[in-house]
């Protein structure tokens, strides 16, 4: 275990999941369930905490700093996420239907956050039905702590990737059929 926590809002603004991430119980949620380090991904944000502020708009500027004994490390944007889902023991995600998959694919255990603030929230809808299928936990701000607290215990079913060409062969059998 390396004992890292991942947290990513895609190319998304979620101020409010980055500043909940920050709050003291979620930090003191963090330590208990043996986290040492806590690497950010905030996308475009303005957020509360002070060494957030300091973070440029610079895509390759990255930030760290100690908070209630984690170690935290923050930026805005990266070209790939991946070095960092790899190395993290367990992912909190936008419910980005791209970040959520990769997620999986990698065979991460996930803790999506759904944005409330969202007109037509369809990332409900996924979150809920993926949940459903046992691959992942999801949340909204005001209930992260109570599911991340809760997270230890889950048994999560894996995640198979579909096959890409199921559908196109599906296609060509059908118009050759028809020719």
Do not use: W
């Not at 208990?32 to 502020?53: A, E, M, V, W, Y």
């Not at 490390?73 to 991946?82: F, Q, T, V, W």
């Not at 691959?135 to 894996?158: I, R, W």
Request: net charge neutral.
């Amino acid at each position: 275990m390396n004992n890292i926590l991942f947290v990513t809002v895609g190319t998304t603004k979620f101020e409010r999941l980055i500043n909940k991430i920050l709050e003291e119980d979620i930090l003191e949620l963090a330590k208990k369930l043996h986290f040492k380090t806590i690497i950010l991904q905030i996308g475009s944000g303005n957020h509360q905490d002070q060494n957030l502020k300091s973070l440029s708009d610079d895509r390759n500027a990255c930030i760290k700093f100690n908070k209630n004994g984690l170690e935290i490390e923050a930026y805005r944007y990266k070209s790939s996420l991946k070095d960092d889902l790899l190395k993290a023991d367990l992912v909190i995600s936008h419910a980005g239907s791209g970040s959520i998959i990769e997620s999986l694919e990698n065979d991460k255990k996930l803790l999506v956050v759904c944005n409330e603030d969202l007109m037509d929230n369809h990332q409900f809808e996924l979150a809920e039905k993926m949940a459903e299928m046992n691959y992942l936990v999801y949340s909204t701000c005001s209930n992260l702590h109570e599911k991340l607290k809760d997270l230890p215990n889950q048994n999560f079913a894996k995640y198979l990737p579909g096959n890409p060409y199921l559908f196109g062969n599906y296609l060509k059998k059908l118009i050759s059929k028809n020719s």
